[in-house]
């Protein structure tokens, strides 16, 4: 499962390492229906935070403000959330200094966490949270 976790994290890192300047990640597409690519750089760690602490599995936030601006992506019912395209965005640094943090705990959950026994029953595991974090980044 580790490994599996670490593929996953790895391809995101390998993904955005290959944009070419911090202005790429910033700049809003130009239909602007989407967020900025730093929003995406940043969304699967706030998920992780966010969706294992649903399931008990982390006690609290790693950063409370981002794990609130990286939640929820565009939302095709919703187009008064596009505003997030006019906001200052934290720095790529913070940004990656953030996935590493997030990166860590979800490795020591994966590691240590007394209910890793439960995998086998994903239907009443909170591992289901993992795996879901997993999947959304894929």
């Not at 955005?16 to 929003?39: D, G, M, Q, T, V």
């Amino acid at each position: 499962l580790l490994d599996y976790f670490d593929n996953t994290w790895t391809l995101t890192e390998v993904l955005f390492r290959s944009l070419r300047s911090e202005e790429a990640f910033y700049r809003p597409p130009a239909h602007n229906l989407r967020h900025p690519k730093i929003f995406y750089y940043s969304h699967p760690a706030a998920l992780y935070v966010n969706k294992l602490r649903v399931a008990g599995l982390l006690p609290g936030h790693i950063n409370e403000y981002y794990e609130r601006i990286f939640e929820t992506g565009v939302d095709e019912m919703r187009w008064d959330d596009m505003s997030k395209n006019h906001m200052k965005w934290p720095s790529i640094e913070e940004c990656a200094e953030y996935r590493y943090k997030v990166y860590k705990a979800v490795s020591d959950v994966i590691m240590n966490h007394p209910d890793f026994n439960t995998l086998g029953q994903l239907e009443k595991s909170k591992f289901w949270a993992v795996i879901l974090g997993f999947e959304h980044e894929r």
